[in-house]
């Protein structure tokens, strides 16, 4: 069956250190990979989205990759602040038609002052 | 702009209620869609629609249902209210089908956090 997996449910970082997220899927051949950023008590906010052509996309201090051959994705926040406390979720865009997101559960990241 | 807004922000339903969720954006977007985000399950999608008219089921349509008469507004109605509809549940618009073109993003509104007890 088709899964995603983020690799932990939460994640404790000294400030100033690169924050790194993981998202592994399985039976899924995604065409587009998403992030989000989701604070308590509000909506996901959108972050990046890399296509599978694509190996690395970067935003400011975030950064993404995508290894269809490992069928994972990793979320880099370098020089990571306290603001940076949320839960990030990833997101699958299938290429079989189905243009549908599919979500992962989220990792909770918490910046340690 | 407001972006996408939702009402109620908390409700509380007994059993075998009705009540409709509703979901509003400004940004004239065709897509809009509703979500709902469970402990450990991760957002599900529930009803999407592409366009005034438009609707269709995502994963966990079963209880809920949608209309979207207008490219503003598409509010959920929840039928006969389950306590495992107890959930929060977010709508959302996008220019594009789940956002897949790189300009495309998806907005969410601030949620619904419905209880029924």
């Known amino acids: 069956s088709q899964k995603i997996e983020q690799n932990s449910e939460a994640l404790n970082i000294q400030e100033g250190k690169t924050a790194t997220l993981t998202c592994n899927y399985t039976?899924?051949?995604?065409?587009?990979l998403q992030w989000y950023r989701q604070d308590p008590g509000r909506g996901p906010v959108f972050l990046l989205l890399?296509?599978?052509?694509?190996k690395e996309k970067r935003k400011e201090r975030l950064k993404v990759t995508f290894d269809t051959t490992l069928k994972q994705s990793l979320f880099h926040i370098t020089a990571s602040q306290p603001a940076d406390s949320a839960t990030y979720l990833c997101?699958?865009?299938?290429?079989?038609?189905?243009?549908?997101?599919?979500f992962g559960t989220g990792t909770r990241l918490t910046i340690i002052p | 702009n407001a972006g996408v807004t939702q009402t109620p922000k908390f409700q509380v339903l007994k059993t075998g209620q009705s009540m409709t969720l509703q979901c509003a954006q400004d940004m004239n977007h065709e897509y809009m869609s509703w979500y709902r985000q469970d402990p450990g399950m991760g957002l599900r999608l529930i009803h999407y629609?592409?366009?005034?008219?438009?609707?269709d089921q995502g994963e966990v349509p079963n209880g809920y249902n949608v209309s979207r008469s207008t490219t503003e507004d598409f509010p959920l109605r929840l039928l006969s209210a389950a306590p495992s509809q107890t959930s929060v549940y977010f709508c959302a618009s996008s220019t594009g089908l789940a956002g897949i073109a790189s300009t495309d993003t998806q907005y969410f509104g601030p949620g619904t956090r419905l209880t029924v007890l």
């Open positions: 890399i296509r599978e052509n694509e």
């Open positions: 039976n899924y051949s995604p065409a587009y």
């Open positions: 629609s592409v366009g005034a008219g438009i609707t």
């Open positions: 997101a699958l865009i299938s290429n079989f038609g189905n243009e549908k997101l599919t």
